[in-house]
Every structure is written in structure tokens, then in C-alpha cells.
């Protein structure tokens, strides 16, 4: 099979990546990318593109399955108006551009309580974002809502602090169900659901990713 990733420099991404460098089933692993990236493997084409001009890409985005992974957040963008850009905007350009292209398989990581009419600003970008990419009928479209992901080496201190405090509570048996998820562990669901054969829309959510990467095909 052949791959297509956006976000792949990001910590989901990288593992995403790898995994699937790893990984038999697949021959060709294509990402797009703002900047040379530190892949070095023969399976592995880079596109540096400039997203904001999708006319210029759009027609790479060929492939069998296509992986969103994208993300930002307020401080790094600078403003919701750049992290909506990024957030939503760059990854619908690469939805659509996959479904003009007949990909017919569609993994989209959103976040836990993403909702359109959510009076969060996070949550309600995430929320536009998931019912775009489903009115655009991929022939299988798979969203993942994990909460809080555990990232390798994260040089965010208050991301840090709070995986310590979640952490800790799980031990002592409560929040169980917000328990942080790997990024790791995500990257390996997203491409379990790549190889399940079915159609139409599937929503994971949550701790359901943990049992959804360890599912038997």
C-alpha cells in the first residue's frame, strides 16, 4: 500500500511514520512537509510544499489511504486565526485534494470533545474539521478523539506538569478514562484501522484506542 501523511514531523506523525516504514503492508510512504525533514528511509518520498498554495500539490495526493495528523497549538501559532490555518485549514485542503484524487481511506486525528457548535475555540475547530472531512464521503473515513497524548521528549512544561498529575491520579484509580495515550499507541491504531476491511465512517474515541491498536484482524 501506499501512504500519505500531513503532520508527519509532529510527535503522532513521526511515530506514524516510522511504524509504518516498519511495516510490511505497506511499500511507499509519502509525506508533505513545509520543510526538509530528518526521514531517512527508502520507503519514504518528501514533498516540501507550501500549504498555502494547494494548487501547486494538490495532485500529489495519491495514494490508499491518507493520514491527518496535524496540529499546532495557540501559543506556537501565535493566534487562533494561524491555528485555525493549520488546524483546519491545511488539513481539509489535504482531504479534499485526497478525495479528488479517488483515495478511498481517510484517518483523521481530531481531539476528545470536538464539537461545531462547542463555544471552545479548540474544540470547535475540531469539530468543523471532522464534519468537512466526513460530507466529502470517502469510501472509509476514520476519526480518532484521544485526549491528552503523550509525546516523546515534549519541551512543553505545563503539557509535562499535567501528564505527571494525570499520571498520578490514575494510580490512585481515578480519571481513569482520560488516562494519557502515547503517541506511540495512536500511531499504531491509526494504522491498524487502515487494514480493517470496511466502508463507510468510524468514530474512536478516547481510551477505546488502546483496545482499538491491540485489535486482532
Not at 481517510?106 to 479548540?122: D, Q, R, T
Not at 502515547?182 to 474515541?205: C, D, N, Q, R, W
Not at 484506542?209 to 491491540?214: D, G, L, N, V, Y
Amino acid at each position: 500500500m501506499k501512504a500519505l501523511v500531513i503532520g508527519a514531523t509532529g510527535a503522532t506523525g513521526t511515530d506514524l511514520v516510522n511504524q509504518l516504514c516498519a511495516d510490511p503492508d505497506f511499500d511507499q510512504v509519502d509525506i508533505f512537509v513545509r520543510r526538509r525533514s530528518d526521514f531517512h528511509h527508502e520507503k519514504v518520498k518528501s514533498h516540501i510544499v507550501d500549504f498555502d498554495h494547494p494548487n501547486e500539490w494538490k495532485h500529489l495526493v495519491k495514494g490508499d489511504v491518507a493520514y491527518s495528523c496535524l496540529g499546532t497549538t495557540l501559543k506556537s501559532a501565535g493566534s487562533k486565526e494561524n491555528q485555525k490555518v493549520i488546524d483546519f485549514d491545511y488539513q481539509l485542503e489535504f482531504a479534499k485534494s485526497a478525495r479528488e484524487n479517488d483515495v478511498e481511506d481517510f484517518i483523521l486525528v481530531s481531539a476528545y470533545g470536538a464539537n461545531p457548535n462547542s463555544k471552545i475555540f479548540y474544540s470547535r475547530i475540531k469539530g468543523e474539521l471532522e464534519e468537512a472531512v466526513r460530507n466529502l464521503n470517502f469510501s472509509k473515513t476514520t476519526i480518532f478523539q484521544p485526549g491528552m497524548l503523550e509525546r516523546k521528549n515534549s519541551d512543553r512544561n505545563s503539557e509535562v506538569i499535567s501528564l505527571k498529575i494525570i499520571k498520578f491520579l490514575n494510580q490512585l484509580g481515578l480519571f481513569k478514562s482520560q488516562q494519557p495515550l502515547p503517541t506511540a499507541v495512536l500511531a499504531k491504531a491509526m494504522i491498524k484501522a487502515s487494514k480493517i476491511k470496511s466502508s463507510g465512517f468510524s468514530e474512536i474515541k478516547l481510551h477505546s484506542i488502546f483496545s482499538f491498536a491491540e485489535k486482532k484482524l
